[in-house]
């Protein structure tokens, strides 16, 4: 397919690993942020073909694994009740909150659908106003433009039965939290492409500088994601803590500015708690002041609960990057896609996901 | 963090499945939900020789003739799609598994679970399609039945064919009479019945229409044998796409798989879709495809046996059978590192970015 197996090329990525094992000369930890570089590594078997000192970290950049329990549990909530048409992206549908999950919602007669975009639900609200509409915004910078646009429509359209249970997070904010925790064994940064198209990147640049880490924005692609490790490899031997752009076919310095302050119109940046890492000041987005009516939180007027995760699951540590989702006890044997005890085992950037999918068996898979 | 609910049973069985007190729409998405599904409540509690082959359709004698009986029900939304409707679809997906097994279909049943309020129109069109398409297939619809349920109680319409169909070879062909060795064929491109109706359904526009690959298959399949290719066994792709496939009869077979991403022919349109929806092409369903597990000696032959027909003109070698061992199947992914090709675990579901 054109534009896309350009990137899937054995010859590149060949070429690429071999510039990579010249110019290793020592170990590095490298954290790709985004959970899609995550299930592209392991998928492809990208890391696989890099030098053995050159460890990669799978990085917390998975909308639905940091969602907290407790948002989890007020959609569940909200979805269950009459009149409610609980919309929300596919892979939110089947992450366990403290008791069921959405599907489970769905099964039992709940309203549950999944839309493909904000925008989508917007119409939902039109076409049925005698009932309650409600989108669960989930996501980092790269969907927030859409679901501020849906809010900015259904403003404009005066939907009084459309609301939002909102939990975007950013992601300059985790970087910030992950270097300044003591445990951090990372020395270099993937940043997420997608997230940088909307963002830019020159909210990197001090964050570069601080902690002296090089970071590189990053594609999706096999030969994307071998460039990116290349770049950040080569900055890291020559002592170098930059912030480069290898996807700049999408990602330009500034990034898309309309989308940014169609961001600032309609959301303010809030402290928001992750699933597994705890509360990062300055690191979620939530509703204006003046949007505040399409607030689901307030107008169901769901109590905060205050639930324990499950000590099984030791999401958080792969999340942060401190263990490999197959060195967690549970993993494959208690916890599964089909009995999940976490969200990285069930959605589509899940590291936990990625390892059971492609790779629970790896003894197995070295062909004789 | 799943806190199990006690469930109260009765009497002495116990219910199998105590993961969901409720039947989700994943455990009939062809992945492992339903395989669990099939596996510990049905097949528990029906089991017996026949079933316990597990194949597409169950072979069997009757007064000194060998026959294979198959059963499917379709239940498809929208009811027309481009490139086919839930008549011609059920006549042909009920042909195919009889194909499967490498019989000659012969005889249909036809049920209809019609929905109070469906224009007669649009059933009289879904009938005549049936009709076509059982005068293509050369097959007859020799019994049904009807029943009609309230408005809101269906989705339109239900229909369920069975069908009947004679064997005239002496080869064995089922999951278990695979061999290491084996070449694995695939009829023809995947994807494109799952990404048709995705595309309908959620109102998604691509440049060009993806029509579904609905057809039958047992012309192909009758040639095959006649040229006395050597067929181990035979399985069409449905819901749960080529992976489920491959994975269901490494299971059944005890055998490890080995297959090549590239190998695979998938329409470049059908790779978009699934591109930005996040979806695993391997994964999406197809209604006119299969794939054959053929001995390695007849590969060649076989596949151009495959190219000659219509409906398998882009057949390919995607891999081959590996050797007895724990079920795995395998995929050399484009860049050429091994990963596990898995079964889906239930529904797909589209992802956020």
Redesign the interface.
């Known amino acids: 397919?054109?534009f896309?197996?350009e990137y899937?090329?054995?010859g590149m990525?060949?070429q690429f690993a071999r510039e990579l094992h010249r110019v290793t000369t020592r170990p590095w930890k490298i954290m790709e942020v985004c959970g899609?570089q995550t299930h592209a590594i392991?998928?492809?078997?990208?890391d696989?073909?890099l030098p053995k000192q050159i460890e990669l970290i799978h990085g917390p950049g998975c909308?639905?694994c940091v969602t907290p329990?407790e948002m989890i549990d007020k959609a569940l909530e909200i979805a269950a009740r009459p009149n409610v048409i609980f919309t929300s992206?596919?892979?939110?549908?089947?992450v366990?909150?403290?008791?069921?999950d959405l599907?489970?919602v769905?099964?039992?007669g709940g309203d549950v659908r999944?839309v493909?975009s904000p925008l989508d639900a917007v119409k939902l609200a039109e076409q049925n106003p005698a009932k309650e509409v409600v989108f669960f915004g989930?996501?980092?910078e790269?969907?927030a433009p859409a679901t501020a646009m849906a809010v900015y429509q259904a403003a404009q359209k005066k939907l009084k039965n459309f609301s939002m249970l909102i939990s975007h997070v950013l992601v300059p904010p985790a970087i910030e939290a992950l270097m300044s925790s003591p445990n951090c064994k990372v020395q270099g940064f993937l940043a997420a492409g997608?997230v940088c198209t909307v963002m830019g990147y020159e909210e990197y640049f001090p964050l570069a500088k601080k902690y002296r880490v090089p970071i590189v924005v990053t594609g999706f692609e096999?030969l994307d994601i071998l460039q990116g490790v290349l770049m950040t490899v080569q900055q890291l031997e020559s002592g170098r803590a930059e912030v480069e752009n290898q996807y700049a076919r999408a990602v330009r310095r500034e990034g898309n500015q309309p989308a940014q302050e169609l961001i600032k119109k309609i959301f303010k940046v809030v402290p928001r708690k992750w699933r597994g890492i705890g509360e990062i000041p300055q690191s979620g987005l939530g509703l204006n002041d003046e949007y505040a009516a399409f607030d689901a939180e307030k107008k169901f007027g769901v109590a905060e609960s205050c639930?324990?995760?499950?000590s099984e699951?030791l999401s958080g540590l792969v999340l942060q990057g401190q263990i490999k989702p197959h060195e967690c006890p549970a993993f494959g044997v208690k916890c599964t896609?089909?009995?999940?005890?976490?969200a990285p085992m069930?959605?589509?950037?899940g590291a936990c996901a990625a390892y059971?999918?492609?790779?629970?068996?790896p003894e197995?898979?070295?062909?004789? | 963090?799943?806190?199990q609910k006690p469930i109260e049973f009765s009497g002495s069985c116990p219910v199998p499945i105590s993961?969901?007190p409720?039947?989700?729409?994943?455990h009939g998405g062809g992945g492992?939900?339903m395989h669990?599904l099939i596996g510990k409540m049905f097949l528990e509690a029906f089991r017996n020789p026949l079933l316990e082959t597990q194949h597409d359709a169950a072979v069997m004698e009757l007064a000194g003739r060998k026959i294979a009986f198959t059963t499917d029900s379709y239940v498809v939304r929208p009811l027309f799609f481009p490139g086919g409707d839930i008549g011609s679809m059920a006549v042909h997906g009920t042909v195919n598994d009889l194909a499967m097994a490498g019989a000659r279909p012969l005889y249909l049943s036809s049920a209809f679970i019609i929905e109070e309020g469906l224009p007669m129109e649009t059933l009289w069109k879904i009938v005549c399609s049936m009709r076509d398409a059982v005068k293509k297939c050369g097959v007859q619809i020799v019994t049904g039945d009807t029943k009609v349920v309230d408005k809101g109680k269906g989705d339109g319409l239900f229909i369920n064919t069975a069908g009947v169909g004679v064997i005239e070879h002496e080869q064995t062909i089922a999951p278990q009479n695979v061999r290491a060795g084996d070449a694995i064929l695939v009829s023809g491109d995947v994807g494109r019945h799952g990404m048709a109706i995705m595309a309908v359904r959620?109102g998604?526009e691509f440049e060009s229409q993806i029509e579904s690959d609905s057809a039958p298959v047992h012309e192909v399949v009758l040639d095959l044998l006649k040229a006395g290719i050597e067929i181990h066994c035979l399985r069409d792709l449905t819901r749960g796409g080529l992976a489920s496939a491959l994975n269901e009869i490494a299971e059944a077979a005890g055998m490890?798989i080995?297959i090549e991403e590239k190998s695979v022919p998938i329409r470049?349109d059908v790779?978009?879709a699934c591109?930005m929806?996040?979806l695993d092409p391997l994964h999406v369903a197809n209604e006119g495809r299969f794939i054959a597990f053929v001995a390695a000696k007849d590969s060649d032959r076989a596949l151009q046996i495959l190219r000659r027909h219509d409906v398998s003109e882009n057949a390919a070698f995607i891999g081959k059978v590996?050797?007895k061992?724990?079920p795995?199947v395998?995929l050399k992914?484009?860049?050429?590192?091994?990963?596990?090709l898995?079964m889906a675990?239930?529904e797909q579901?589209?992802?956020?970015?």
Request: glycine share 8%; with cysteine.
């Open positions: 397919m054109k896309l197996d899937r090329d054995a990525a060949e899609g392991v998928k492809f078997g990208i696989e073909l909308p639905v329990l992206f596919g892979d939110m549908l089947r366990p909150g403290s008791t069921t599907l489970s769905k099964a039992k999944i493909y989930v996501g980092f790269t969907t997608h096999p639930v324990e995760e499950s699951c896609p089909e009995r999940p005890l976490g069930v959605s589509g950037e059971y999918r492609y790779r629970r068996r197995a898979i070295a062909t004789k | 963090m799943r806190t993961q969901y409720h039947v989700l729409l994943a492992k939900l669990q959620e998604l490890k080995a470049e790779h978009a591109e929806l996040g590996v050797e061992s724990a795995l395998t992914s484009a860049i050429g590192v091994q990963r596990i898995d675990s239930g579901l589209p992802r956020i970015c």
